[in-house]
Nanobody, 123 residues
């Protein structure tokens, strides 16, 4: 069964950091493009960051300079390192996978989605 599972969410104070993980089971991430999306209450889902199979990356303007995406193919895991978190980063974060991995993109047209992990940034 092809599945991606997110972990690492939680409650953090403004200015703090979190590392989210997206781990695949049932398939190898080596050739997949992976993206992180988020959805805050009452808002549409938005693309945050993505990484291709060749490790090219993209970021939403709202997170540039604060978030970093990386992949560890040996662990079949993608990470989203989030620094200097702000209250507006509060959302459910989802990872998504596309087997056509040469390029990545921040539109939600991905084949496989996780269930999400909650991030709350609050003092």
């Amino acid at each position: 069964q092809v599945q991606v599972v997110e972990s690492g969410g939680g409650l953090v104070q403004p200015g703090g950091s979190l590392r989210l993980s997206c781990t695949a089971s049932g398939f190898s991430l080596d050739y997949y493009a992976i993206a992180w999306f988020r959805q805050a209450p009452g808002k549409e889902r938005e693309g945050v960051s993505c990484i291709s199979s060749s490790k090219s990356t993209e970021y939403a303007d709202s997170v540039k300079g604060r978030f970093t995406i990386s992949r560890d193919n040996a662990k079949n895991t993608i990470y989203l390192h989030m620094n200097n978190l702000k209250p507006e980063d509060t959302a459910v974060y989802y990872c998504a996978a596309d087997p056509l991995g040469l390029n990545c993109y921040l539109d939600p047209d991905y084949d496989h989605w996780g269930q999400g992990t909650q991030v709350i940034v609050s003092s």
